[in-house]
């Protein structure tokens, strides 16, 4: 979809001044067009995506069945721009019957508070935050009793017991517990072993109780983590788990002392991750190792809530 020049000029010149690690702002994708305008007569535009995902799809872990995204161009117009595409929104959602398994969603940067107050206005909420880490390693050794090493295949059942660990918790406050969880998460870790990916187990008297499940991604010219990240390649934080009992130590500090480390002598330009703002231990635990939202992930379920 185009939209015009000076509005795509607008919104870029917009996200260079609220962060300087938001990569150029996007042209919207192709989709259902939502034009709108302020109260003095600008004129901003969005595109909205309609996506089904149909039963056992592994974007469940963390989707709505039925979702509608907002892709909104705003340029400069702040928090009046954002109101008035999402007041388009409301009224195009009233053609809909999403059922409860839905939501609306939006992506936009962290730090630009005045279209927040526009999202909490419509009763959306930062379900989740894509967070960046840029600072050099820190030596955090782990606590007497303690090691830290590669996981590989042998370990998997290991990997995966604290894996769901993670998605049980954070079902708490992120979304519904998906049954079938274990067996779509199953065959990517076992692959991710086999391929002596970036997996990290913290074993106390030989039991495993911590885990750092990472990878590295490629923020490329035109793919879509470019969209997301500066170009370069960085190291993806995907899954951190500490056992109940092992909280509270410093396991998980040296666990990603060790991660962040490697990252670093491997290349990386930085790392990052996504958390969830209401989960009351990633939301401490994250700013604590050096991580900072770049974007938020907005979202209302079910989309009906729309206001």
Do not use: K
């Amino acid at each position: 979809m185009s939209v015009s020049a000076a509005l795509l000029s607008a919104q870029r010149a917009r996200f260079a001044a609220l962060d300087p690690l938001l990569p150029p702002a996007a042209p919207p994708p192709e989709g259902e067009v939502l034009d709108a305008a302020t109260a003095d007569g600008t004129r901003v535009t969005a595109v909205l995506q309609v996506e089904r995902h149909v039963l056992g799809a592994f974007d469940l872990l963390w989707s709505a069945v039925h979702t509608w995204q907002l892709f909104p161009c705003t340029g400069g117009t702040g928090t009046a721009g954002m109101d008035a595409l999402l007041r388009a929104w409301r009224h195009r959602m009233d053609r809909e019957s999403p059922g409860p398994d839905s939501a609306c969603t939006v992506t936009w940067p962290s730090r630009d508070a005045e279209a927040v107050r526009a999202f909490l206005d419509h009763g959306l909420v930062p379900l989740s935050v894509l967070a960046v880490r840029t600072s050099p390693p820190e030596d955090h050794p782990p606590p007497p009793g303690v090691t830290i090493r590669r996981a590989g295949p042998e370990d998997l059942e290991e990997v995966m017991a604290l894996s769901l660990a993670t998605f049980r918790y954070s079902a708490l406050v992120a979304g519904p517990w998906r049954p079938g969880t274990e067996a779509l998460i199953a065959p990517r870790l076992e692959r991710a072993l086999a391929a002596e990916a970036p997996i990290w187990l913290a074993e106390r008297d030989g039991v495993a109780v911590a885990l750092a499940d990472c990878g590295w991604i490629e923020s490329a010219p035109g793919s879509w983590a470019a969209e997301l990240l500066p170009v370069g390649q960085w190291g993806y934080v995907n899954n951190v788990a500490t056992g109940e009992h092992a909280r509270g130590e410093g396991i998980g500090r040296a666990l990603m002392s060790r991660v962040h480390r490697e990252f670093h002598e491997r290349g990386a330009r930085a790392t990052y991750l996504y958390f969830n703002p209401a989960n009351p231990l990633s939301s401490v635990f994250w700013p604590r190792q050096g991580y900072r939202p770049l974007w938020s992930y907005w979202e209302v379920r079910p989309a009906s809530a729309l206001r």
